[in-house]
């Protein structure tokens, strides 16, 4: 069973920097390909970015609203994906989830969601 | 930016009747490869986002086959022919052919 268990949210302060993890059972992340994607408090769903797998170049796409700002990478020996964020702003503030390829013809997994609060 | 337009974005339906969301892009979905990557997902209050439908119409396993999604170049639609109890919740589309994909603002889906 492919379990996805997102963490590193916490409070940190506008123009701060924080890196969340997505630790990953049940599946190999190296050739996955895997997408970060956000929700504001009481808002809707906005995708952040994604890592095509080791085979395909490890290319990543962001929205643009975080390009520049946010990188998504893997550690491979831990089986575990990253979101570092730098120069936080007080609208990056979200329930951030990882997920595996949201369009692939294979069931697409999520983690539970770790919370970034971005204030002074 | 290719834009999601979703409608209505509140639907209360009674139990058993038949709910549809539409969504429009501000783009054509077809992408270079043929196909079309126009997702639905529903969020339940409180849990993650879970994908009910991908490629326009094609249904995730365990995915209730009261759920279909239709369309084509702009237009697409998700319908519910019976709606339950546990379809309670937000319902997106998302396009995935154009970068940065991109989601619809969501409908919610309540029991009168």
């Known amino acids: 069973e492919v379990q996805l268990v997102d963490s590193g949210g916490g409070l940190v302060k506008p123009g701060g920097s924080l890196t969340l993890s997505c630790a990953a059972s049940?599946?190999?992340?190296?050739?996955?390909?895997m997408s970060w994607v956000r929700q504001a408090p009481g808002k809707g769903l906005e995708w952040v970015g994604r890592i095509k797998g080791k085979v395909d170049g490890e290319a990543t796409h962001y929205a643009a609203a975080v390009r520049d700002r946010f990188t998504i990478s893997r550690d491979e020996s831990k089986n575990t994906l990253h979101l570092q964020m730098k120069s936080l702003k007080a609208e990056d503030t979200a329930v951030y989830y990882c997920?595996?390829?949201?369009?692939?013809?294979?069931?697409?997994?999520w983690g539970q969601g770790t919370l970034v609060t971005v204030s002074s | 930016d290719v834009v999601m337009t979703q409608s209505p974005l509140s639907l209360p339906v009674t139990l058993g009747q038949p709910a549809s969301i539409s969504c429009r892009s501000s783009q054509g979905l077809v992408h270079s490869d043929g196909n079309t990557y126009l997702n639905w997902f529903q969020q339940r209050p409180g849990q993650s986002p879970r994908r009910l439908i991908y490629?326009?119409?094609k249904r995730d396993s365990g995915v209730p086959d009261r759920f279909s999604g239709s369309g084509s170049g702009t237009d697409f639609t998700l319908k519910i022919s019976r709606v339950e109890a546990e379809d309670v919740g937000v319902y997106y589309c998302?396009?995935?052919?154009?970068?940065?994909?991109?989601f619809g603002q969501g409908t919610k889906v309540e029991i009168k």
């Open positions: 049940g599946l190999t992340l190296t050739n996955a390909w």
């Open positions: 490629k326009v119409s």
């Open positions: 998302m396009q995935g052919t154009h970068w940065p994909w991109t």
């Open positions: 997920a595996t390829d949201l369009i692939t013809i294979y069931e697409v997994h």
